[in-house]
């Protein structure tokens, strides 16, 4: 058995909660006052798709299910497919929308990512924690704006729309966390 902290839970993770296997769907790290972190999270149940609200406290442990993983990468939708391929035996799989959830708008073509397999079935999807896609539009920066300042909306390759700097122009490729949508930085040429 495998043991994380619950600050380290992330969206796609699979973890054993109660004596059932539970995908992490959204995690939110909460810092109220003086008082303790803690981590609000939603899980949706492998077996029943039902969906649960659980606040863990930072401290708390939890047990990552033991899956087996394999690196796919990702090929194409046709709705409501997202096709993969595993990239040690080439072969094909298909996914439907509601396992993979809010990771869709960051799946560019050739991304590589974990897939978990639980019993031969794929279970869970772990995203990279970082994806690089090029912003395809934007509004032009405002002049003399500093980079922390203000942030503007641009649209990425995949239709995701992300608030970027003022300095980020079409075209340019950026670093997005994919757990929770947020820019990260310009990606290194």
Same mark, same amino acid.
């Given at each position: 058995? *495998?043991?994380?902290?619950?600050?380290?839970?992330?969206?796609? &993770?699979?973890?054993?909660?109660? #004596?059932?296997?539970?995908?992490?769907?959204?995690?939110?790290?909460?810092?109220? #006052?003086?008082?303790?972190?803690?981590?609000?999270?939603?899980?949706?149940? +492998?077996?029943?798709?039902?969906?649960?609200? !659980?606040?863990?406290?930072?401290?708390?442990?939890?047990?990552? $299910?033991?899956?087996?993983?394999? @690196?796919?990468?990702?090929?194409? =939708? !046709?709705?409501?497919?997202?096709?993969?391929? %595993?990239?040690?035996?080439?072969?094909?799989? =298909?996914?439907?929308?509601?396992?993979?959830? %809010?990771?869709?708008?960051?799946? $560019?073509?050739?991304?590589?990512?974990?897939?978990?397999?639980?019993?031969?079935?794929?279970? #869970?999807?772990? &995203?990279? *924690?970082?994806? @690089? +896609?090029?912003?395809?539009?934007?509004?032009?920066?405002?002049?003399?704006?500093?980079?922390? $300042?203000? &942030?503007?909306?641009?649209? +990425?390759?995949?239709?995701?729309?992300?608030?970027?700097?003022?300095?980020? @122009?079409?075209?340019?490729?950026?670093?997005?966390?994919? =757990?929770?949508?947020?820019? &990260?930085?310009?990606?290194?040429?």
């Amino acid at each position: 058995m *495998a043991y994380i902290q619950a600050t380290q839970l992330r969206v796609g &993770m699979i973890v054993n909660f109660r #004596g059932e296997l539970y995908q992490v769907t959204y995690t939110h790290h909460l810092t109220p #006052g003086n008082k303790r972190g803690q981590i609000q999270t939603k899980l949706k149940n +492998l077996k029943t798709g039902t969906q649960i609200d !659980h606040r863990f406290r930072s401290e708390d442990d939890v047990e990552r $299910a033991t899956l087996e993983q394999r @690196e796919m990468e990702y090929l194409y =939708s !046709h709705d409501p497919e997202h096709v993969f391929m %595993d990239t040690q035996s080439y072969e094909q799989l =298909s996914l439907n929308a509601e396992m993979l959830g %809010d990771l869709i708008p960051y799946l $560019a073509p050739n991304t590589r990512l974990q897939l978990q397999f639980y019993e031969g079935k794929a279970v #869970g999807v772990e &995203m990279p *924690a970082a994806v @690089e +896609l090029k912003v395809v539009s934007t509004d032009p920066g405002m002049k003399k704006a500093t980079a922390t $300042a203000s &942030m503007k909306p641009a649209t +990425l390759e995949t239709g995701a729309v992300v608030q970027v700097p003022q300095f980020i @122009e079409a075209g340019e490729v950026v670093r997005v966390d994919p =757990s929770t949508g947020k820019y &990260m930085e310009r990606a290194k040429s």
